[in-house]
C-alpha cells in the first residue's frame, strides 16, 4: 500500500487555467506538507498543516491555495497557472510536527503550456 | 538557505562502502543532522537522523565528530540501487527542513 499518494502523477495544462493536485496519507500522521522541486533541482517547502492547521507559508504566490479537509488529505489548488509553475510537486507527511521523519509521495510534473 | 556542505558528486564501486561526507560547521547544539536521498525521478526518501551519538539502521549508519561540525553517511555494502542523490540537512527539532544541492552519488558496476 502507497503510504503517500498523489494525483495526478502527470498535469499538463495551459497557462491561465486552473488545476488541483490531490495528496492523501495513510500513516496516520498529523503533519502533512506541500514541496516544489524546480528544473534545477532545487526543493523548497511551500506549506505545512498540522492537524488540519496551517503552519508554514513558505512566501508562495496567493495564486497557491492549500486545503486541508482533513488530516489525512492535502491538496494543493493553484489559480491561473503561470509559465514559471512548471515544476514536480512532492506531498509528504510526518508523524507530528517535531523531530520526525518525512515520508514523500512520489510528486506532480506539473507542465505549463 | 542550507547549512550544510556537501561534495558535488561522489563515484563508488558496487559492494564497497559509500561514505559521504557532510560539513556543518554553524550547526548549533539542538540542531539535528538528517539525511534524505532522491532516486530519480522519485520523492526523497528518509534515511537515518542523529544529534550527538553515532546512529545505525538498516539502511544505513551516521557518524557525527565529537565537535559536531561534520558528519558521514555510510553505506555499507552499495549497490546499484543505492545511485541517488543523497541530502544532508541540519534541522531544529521544530523547525523546516532546508535542502541543499546534495551529493550524487554514482555506484560503479
Known amino acids: 500500500d502507497t503510504a503517500v499518494s498523489q494525483t495526478p502523477k502527470y498535469l499538463v495544462t495551459q497557462m491561465g487555467n486552473d488545476k488541483s493536485i490531490k495528496c492523501e496519507q495513510n500513516?496516520?500522521?498529523?503533519?502533512m506538507y506541500w514541496y516544489k522541486q524546480d528544473s534545477k533541482k532545487f526543493l523548497k517547502i511551500m506549506f505545512s498543516y498540522n492537524n488540519k492547521e496551517l503552519i508554514i507559508n513558505e512566501t508562495v504566490p496567493n495564486r497557491f491555495s492549500p486545503k486541508s479537509p482533513d488530516k489525512a488529505h492535502l491538496n494543493l489548488h493553484i489559480n491561473s497557472l503561470e509559465l514559471g509553475d512548471s515544476a514536480v510537486y512532492f506531498c509528504?507527511?510526518?508523524?507530528?510536527?517535531?523531530?520526525?521523519?518525512?515520508?514523500f509521495g512520489d510528486g506532480t510534473r506539473l507542465s505549463i503550456l | 538557505d542550507a547549512k550544510t556542505t556537501q561534495p558535488p558528486s561522489m563515484d563508488c564501486a558496487e559492494g564497497r562502502a559509500a561514505n559521504l561526507p557532510c560539513n556543518h560547521s554553524?550547526?548549533?547544539?539542538?540542531?539535528?543532522v538528517y539525511w534524505y536521498r532522491q532516486i530519480h525521478s522519485q520523492g526523497p526518501q528518509y534515511i537515518i537522523h542523529?544529534?550527538?551519538n553515532n546512529e545505525t539502521n538498516e539502511m544505513a549508519s551516521l557518524i557525527i565528530t565529537e565537535d559536531r561540525k561534520s558528519s558521514t553517511l555510510i553505506l555499507p555494502h552499495a549497490t546499484l540501487r543505492d545511485t541517488a542523490v543523497y541530502y544532508c540537512i541540519v534541522r531544529l527539532r521544530d523547525d523546516k527542513i532546508i535542502f541543499g544541492k546534495g551529493t550524487r552519488l554514482h555506484i560503479l558496476p
Open positions: 500513516l496516520g500522521h498529523d503533519t
Open positions: 554553524t550547526i548549533s547544539g539542538n540542531e539535528y
Open positions: 509528504a507527511s510526518s508523524q507530528d510536527y517535531s523531530n520526525q521523519p518525512q515520508h
Open positions: 542523529g544529534l550527538k
